[in-house]
């Protein structure tokens, strides 16, 4: 990847475009220390500590959270709205037109666009009430209202300067923000973990090492299961146009292994982190709280065979949007291709739909392995989990995805050589 990196600077076009998208970078670095007006940034700081989910946001948003910056509520917001408008584009048939015509996927980027700066504005303000009058210097509506505005309008930059970084710069733009903002924390939980050996005593020496094997074993997986596709030949039956033969060509489909990537992984982990939430907002003498502690708190066993099944779920649900079987049956056949030993049509819709079905279930079992087996073991070393599956999936996934694109970059140029 270094390699690929350092012989694409080389390169003037692709050189422009890195620089451009460092050049966006360092805008998004500096917002993440521009503070919010009216809030005790202090005070929510604390309350991180105490709430899964806020800890979560936290990550998300490169630590802006917990010092309530322009850039607190992040890029999440408009990433929750993606995921709502792919929802409703299966139940609402104007939404699934939208999808297929080239327009209407720019209308559509445009709703998604706007049902994530909505989300912001309510997201924040929602936030800031629910934690209380005491993070807020002034309760009068003027202070709730610039409070809304400014998140909003951070996140409204954010979405910009993404898809500037994907038009003008290198790799997915949004992707990019997510990356750097969980990047943003390595260097402050790392230096805790060394603080914890070497000053305080707070852990043992071996837990370093430990801890680096884990993280190795977790990215040498994340890359091989990410990497790994099944190929399904296809072979395409010849035909007479005039005097001339067409056809006869073999080919394949890929099918990746993990092809839901971690949006099974973001679903489960917001549902169950959700009622966590509430419960800490309600009162810790109730029979509910006292139901929620004793078998659905984490570290529960049902806790994590709840979310393993969720896990399983939501795996199999986006298969299903993301990759319909019927169509590509459809487009085989009157393409003049076929699946050699599989007849045309239906027999191939099925034969498809069980690939599928196998593989998406290797990569729901992954993801479980993946979210659950690490937090025990951290958990019997008596550590709290500072860097989840999620975050260790994202890293990965962009590093690949922003290579692959560099790769790709650099044989264009090749092509363009080779032809003038």
């Not at 809030?39 to 948003?61: C, H, P, R, W």
Request: aromatic share 12%.
């Amino acid at each position: 990847m270094f390699r690929t990196i350092i012989n694409a600077w080389r390169v003037k076009d692709i050189r422009t475009r890195m620089l451009f998208t460092l050049l966006l970078i360092v805008v998004y670095r500096f917002g993440c220390f521009i503070p919010v007006p009216g809030v005790d940034a202090t005070k929510i700081a604390g309350m991180i500590e105490q709430y899964d989910m806020l800890g979560f946001l936290n990550l998300l948003s490169g630590g802006s959270f917990a010092d309530f910056t322009i850039f607190a509520m992040g890029i999440s917001p408009y990433i929750t709205g993606q995921i709502i408008i792919q929802l409703l584009a299966i139940a609402i048939p104007a939404l699934e037109r939208l999808q297929k015509e080239e327009d209407g996927k720019i209308k559509l980027e445009r709703i998604t666009r706007y049902v994530g700066i909505g989300l912001a504005l309510v997201q924040s303000v929602g936030i800031v009430l629910s934690l209380g009058s005491g993070v807020v210097k002034d309760t009068s509506f003027l202070t709730y209202a610039t409070i809304g505005l400014t998140c909003t309008a951070g996140t409204a930059l954010l979405v910009w300067m993404g898809e500037r970084i994907t038009e003008r710069g290198v790799g997915n733009g949004v992707s990019m923000i997510i990356f750097l903002s969980i990047c943003s924390r390595v260097i402050p939980v790392i230096s805790t973990f060394v603080e914890g050996v070497f000053v305080t005593n707070t852990y043992k020496w071996w837990i370093l090492p430990a801890l680096l094997v884990i993280v190795v074993l977790l990215v040498a997986g994340v890359v091989f299961v990410d990497k790994a596709v099944r190929r399904i030949p296809v072979q395409y039956a010849k035909k007479v146009v005039g005097r001339k033969l067409y056809g006869g060509q073999s080919s394949h489909i890929p099918l990746k292994v993990n092809a839901n990537g971690v949006m099974p992984l973001i679903f489960a982990l917001t549902i169950i982190q959700f009622p966590a939430m509430i419960v800490q907002f309600l009162n810790q003498e109730s029979g509910f709280v006292n139901f929620y502690k004793d078998y659905l708190s984490s570290g529960k066993p049902v806790y994590y065979v709840v979310f393993a099944l969720m896990i399983l779920g939501f795996a199999y649900f986006y298969s299903t949007i993301a990759f319909n079987p019927i169509e590509i049956s459809k487009n085989l056949q009157q393409n003049g291709g076929f699946i050699p030993g599989i007849r045309p049509g239906r027999p191939t819709s099925d034969y498809l739909a069980k690939k599928v079905s196998r593989l998406t279930l290797f990569g729901a079992v992954f993801l479980m392995f993946l979210a659950i087996v690490p937090e025990l073991v951290l958990h019997g070393f008596g550590l709290k989990m500072m860097f989840g599956p999620t975050s260790i999936l994202i890293l990965v996934n962009v590093a690949l995805e922003t290579s692959s694109q560099l790769e790709s970059m650099m044989l264009m140029r090749h092509y363009k050589g080779f032809l003038g």
